[in-house]
């Protein structure tokens, strides 16, 4: 069972979006086996990640956003932390995980079933009790939201850490022409506090606003902070300290011309303890 556990695992989050959710399905999936009647199993492993699947979107579709402050954003996750279960290769990158939230759970796991576990659609079918057809269209329905964005995780190379480090010195000195020299012109930054820390702003789009309100932050909340530069869900982060707590971290999307399209500002603690 345990050889299983961080398939089902990386399974459960890549739908959810969330590490602790993730574990509490799975363990509950895995509970509920060991006591069942497997007279009529056929395939342990079909069986569990069937089950983990389902029970993922029935997560997904229960679960409420609208009492938190700011955007909602995934937990980022960092492959160099021993506890971190999750299959490294299959795992969603930070923004894709981000984009997936624009899907509803059923089209998400179809999604994630095709591009992450090369499923065909006769395994797809089976998985979610649907049909071949109803599967190709959630698919297509899947992508055209996606824009097509290729699933296959990328990995934080040296651009991406020159251009991290730009950043992180454009923001100490809260200069902001530098600052806007590193964002595309049609930026956007979302923030999430969870739901107890109250944020500046949910959502600023634009190169000249999101300069400010970066600059703005660093002078209110973040001078004189410490801070280290990480790579969550395959994407470059700087992450701000107090103390021994990381108190706010900054994922960057960086597009292929080195400027930054998307950066997610996760201040919420309770996503930030199991980095911490």
Same mark, same amino acid.
């Given at each position: 069972?345990?050889?299983?556990?961080?398939?089902?695992?990386?399974?459960?989050?890549?739908?959810?979006?969330?590490?602790?959710?993730?574990?509490?399905?799975?363990?509950?999936v895995i509970e509920k086996y060991i006591s069942l009647d497997?007279?009529?199993?056929?395939?342990?492993?079909?069986?569990?990640?069937?089950?983990?699947?389902?029970?993922?979107?029935?997560?997904?579709?229960?679960?409420?956003?609208?009492?938190?402050?700011?955007?909602?954003?995934?937990?980022?996750?960092?492959?160099?932390?021993?506890?971190?279960?999750?299959?490294?290769?299959?795992?969603?990158?930070?923004? =894709?995980?981000?984009?997936?939230? #624009?899907?509803?759970?059923?089209?998400? %796991? &179809?999604?994630?079933? !095709?591009? @992450?576990?090369?499923?065909?659609?006769?395994?797809?079918?089976?998985?979610?009790?649907?049909?071949?057809?109803?599967?190709?269209?959630?698919?297509?329905?899947?992508?055209?939201?996606?824009?097509?964005?290729?699933?296959?995780?990328?990995?934080?190379?040296?651009?991406?850490?020159?251009?991290?480090?730009?950043?992180?010195?454009?923001?100490?000195?809260?200069?902001?022409?530098?600052?806007?020299?590193?964002?595309?012109?049609?930026?956007? =930054?979302?923030?999430?506090?969870? #739901?107890?820390?109250?944020?500046?702003? %949910? &959502?600023?789009?634009? !190169?000249? @606003?999101?300069?400010?309100?970066?600059?703005?932050?660093?002078?209110?909340?973040?001078?004189?902070?410490?801070?280290?530069?990480?790579?969550?869900?395959?994407?470059?982060?700087?992450?701000?300290?107090?103390?021994?707590?990381?108190?706010?971290?900054?994922?960057?999307?960086?597009?292929?011309?080195?400027?930054?399209?998307?950066?997610?500002?996760?201040?919420?603690?309770?996503?930030?303890?199991?980095?911490?």
């Open positions: 069972m345990q050889e299983n556990y961080s398939k089902l695992l990386t399974y459960a989050y890549n739908i959810t979006g969330s590490y602790e959710d993730s574990q509490d399905l799975v363990q509950d497997k007279s009529g199993v056929r395939n342990e492993v079909n069986y569990l990640i069937k089950s983990t699947v389902n029970h993922a979107i029935n997560f997904k579709n229960r679960h409420s956003k609208k009492m938190i402050y700011g955007e909602w954003l995934p937990e980022p996750l960092s492959f160099d932390n021993a506890e971190n279960k999750l299959i490294k290769e299959q795992t969603a990158r930070y923004t =894709l995980l981000v984009l997936l939230e #624009k899907l509803n759970p059923k089209e998400r %796991a &179809v999604y994630i079933l !095709k591009e @992450a576990f090369d499923y065909s659609h006769q395994e797809i079918a089976e998985t979610l009790d649907i049909s071949i057809d109803n599967s190709r269209q959630l698919l297509s329905r899947a992508g055209k939201q996606l824009q097509n964005i290729k699933y296959a995780p990328d990995t934080a190379n040296s651009m991406d850490t020159d251009i991290l480090h730009r950043y992180q010195k454009a923001l100490s000195e809260g200069n902001i022409p530098m600052i806007e020299e590193l964002l595309r012109d049609d930026i956007r =930054l979302s923030a999430d506090g969870g #739901k107890r820390i109250r944020v500046i702003k %949910a &959502v600023e789009t634009g !190169k000249p @606003a999101t300069a400010s309100l970066l600059a703005y932050v660093q002078q209110q909340f973040l001078s004189g902070k410490s801070f280290t530069f990480n790579v969550f869900n395959h994407q470059p982060a700087l992450c701000f300290w107090q103390g021994e707590r990381m108190y706010n971290c900054h994922i960057l999307d960086i597009d292929e011309h080195g400027l930054i399209r998307e950066i997610y500002s996760i201040v919420d603690p309770e996503k930030l303890k199991r980095i911490n």
